[in-house]
């Protein structure tokens, strides 16, 4: 059974700070990686996607990849009160490339 | 920007009817997904679509639930028989055809059975 798993918090940070979010996968096959940020009844949207080991920055969000420790980051820096979501992990499965396999997702609550 | 729709938003059906949910994915998009979502849980995998006919589908995605691609924008997921355990919201995703390309979702559809 192919897994990710993700601490399902609540992940409580100051406004301002960083928040660091943290995913595991097992299947060594996985070749992409996403994180999604989902607000409460709405649908998953896409923040970044990372593809190759080492980090990627797109504004305030940096992702990170280390495929040898099977595991990715998503860290927020100046954190805000609008960043207070569910952040959802998503890995492509190894055998087809095509599908996600995805993690419970962690809650972030970003503190005024 | 491209984005995919899905309608309705909300529906309200009685225990043992059969639903149709709505999507348009994007329109050059090839791979195209449902996704379920009961509330507080995580996001469940139904089934992808590619190239006219399923690619995948997971133990939910069973006899009750049927996919189709009626003419060349919209595909839709009709759950027959429908059952309290049912509801939940409903997601269509779409993706262009490389592989580790971003899934797309759309804004789902409420499912309610009484």
């Known amino acids: 059974q192919k897994e990710v798993e993700q601490n399902s918090g609540p992940l409580s940070v100051p406004e301002g700070a960083i928040a660091s979010l943290n995913c595991t996968y097992s299947d060594r096959g996985s070749q992409s990686f996403f994180w999604y940020r989902q607000y409460s009844g709405k649908s998953p949207e896409l923040i970044m996607s990372?593809?190759s080991n080492g980090d990627k920055e797109d504004g305030r969000f940096t992702a990170q990849l280390n495929k040898a420790s099977q595991y990715v980051s998503l860290l927020i820096r100046d954190s805000q009160p609008s960043d207070s979501a569910t952040y959802l992990c998503a890995v492509t499965d190894g055998d087809s490339n095509y599908q996600l396999i995805w993690g419970a997702g962690t809650k972030l609550i970003i503190k005024p | 920007e491209p984005e995919v729709t899905q309608t309705p938003s909300h529906q309200v059906t009685q225990m043992g009817q059969e639903v149709i949910l709505r999507c348009v994915p994007i329109?050059?998009?090839?791979?195209f997904y449902w996704y379920r979502q009961i509330l507080g849980q995580k996001v469940e995998f139904l089934v992808s679509?590619?190239?006219?006919?399923?690619?995948?589908k997971s133990e939910i995605f069973d006899d009750q639930f049927s996919v189709e691609r009626p003419d060349g924008s919209n595909f839709t997921l009709k759950i027959r028989s429908t059952k309290l355990e049912d509801s939940a919201m409903y997601f269509c995703a779409s993706r262009g055809g490389g592989a580790g390309e971003t899934q797309y979702f759309g804004p789902g559809t409420r499912l309610l059975v009484l």
């Open positions: 329109s050059n998009h090839l791979y």
């Open positions: 990372i593809y």
């Open positions: 679509f590619y190239n006219n006919e399923i690619s995948e």
